[in-house]
């Protein structure tokens, strides 16, 4: 039987506070009772939706973590190539990494009022901001 490999996971990047749901694409999975991902060190189970396709939630840290997945909860493998990992190294950036990301701050906006009409465009300050987006 065939090591799996991730192919890619979606999306990248998720609350330090966890709860995300993460779909990973793999070739070569195949169900078992031991299907789980790993973020860093913390595994979490894993629900395979078809032959190509895994979801799993994100557990709470801060941290970017390398994803791993596992189909017995021993041998644990990485986008790389499949290949087995004994060690886990953030700073290789050839390995699957989710990153966790502070909560958004807002601290002002402007202006506090505009036309009843709409249309008046609008500033808004705050902290940890780098992947927000809006639509009113």
Same mark, same amino acid.
């Given at each position: ?27 070569? *999975?195949?169900?078992? +009772?031991?299907? &789980? ?7 979490? #189970?894993?629900?395979?939706? !078809? ?5 799993? *939630?994100?557990?709470? +840290?801060?941290? &970017? ?7 017995? #909860?021993?041998?644990?493998? !990485? ?58």
């Amino acid at each position: 039987m065939r090591s799996p490999k991730i192919i890619d996971f979606y999306p990248h990047f998720g609350p330090w506070y966890g709860s995300t749901i993460v779909s990973v694409r793999a070739v070569n *999975l195949h169900f078992t +009772n031991s299907l &789980a991902c790993r973020f860093g060190s913390i595994e979490v #189970g894993a629900f395979m939706m !078809n032959k190509d396709t895994l979801f799993c *939630l994100s557990p709470l +840290n801060n941290h &970017a973590k390398e994803l791993l997945i596992t189909l017995n #909860g021993h041998d644990y493998f !990485n986008q790389l190539d499949g290949e087995k990992r004994k060690h886990v190294d953030v700073n290789n950036f050839n390995t699957a990494h989710y990153t966790y990301l502070s909560s958004p701050e807002i601290i002002k906006i402007s202006p506090s009022f505009g036309k009843l009409s709409g249309g008046t465009p609008i500033s808004i300050f705050g902290f940890h901001m780098e992947n927000v987006t809006s639509s009113f």
